[in-house]
Nanobody, 122 residues
Framework: QAQLVESGGGLVQSGGSLRLSCAASGNAFSHKSMAWYRQAPGNQRETVASIHSGGTTKYADSVKGRFTISRDNAKNTLYLQMSSLKPEDTAVYYC????????????????WGQGTQVTVSS
């Protein structure tokens, strides 16, 4: 399974923007589906956005219109562009690479990076 390194998190004011990156090791990156998750203190990890190997994207209702997931297959890197950030977006963000879609829902593989902290101040 791919080794994953997330980066790009930080402290930002409400309404601000950040771009997260996930560098993945391994082969066949372009053939894999992948996703971003987040976990806030006391909450379960939740799917934020996913992208199929064919390019189809899906977003949680809470981030639609504000976040954009994308990938650069030449760089083996997954991105999450976050705009109009809200305090409720505060969480540790994780990427996941190589999962599958079942009934339109991304199912993660049990392989995670260290995550990157995003903190949005009001």
């Amino acid at each position: 399974q791919a080794q994953l390194v997330e980066s790009g998190g930080g402290l930002v004011q409400s309404g601000g923007s950040l771009r997260l990156s996930c560098a993945a090791s391994g082969n066949a990156f372009s053939h894999k589906s992948m996703a971003w998750y987040r976990q806030a203190p006391g909450n379960q990890r939740e799917t934020v956005a996913s992208i199929h190997s064919g390019g189809t994207t899906k977003y949680a209702d809470s981030v639609k219109g504000r976040f954009t997931i994308s990938r650069d297959n030449a760089k083996n890197t997954l991105y999450l562009q976050m705009s109009s950030l809200k305090p409720e977006d505060t969480a540790v963000y994780y990427c996941n690479v190589g999962g599958v879609f079942t009934s339109g829902r991304y199912i993660a593989v049990p392989s995670w990076g260290q995550g990157t902290q995003v903190t949005v101040s009001s």
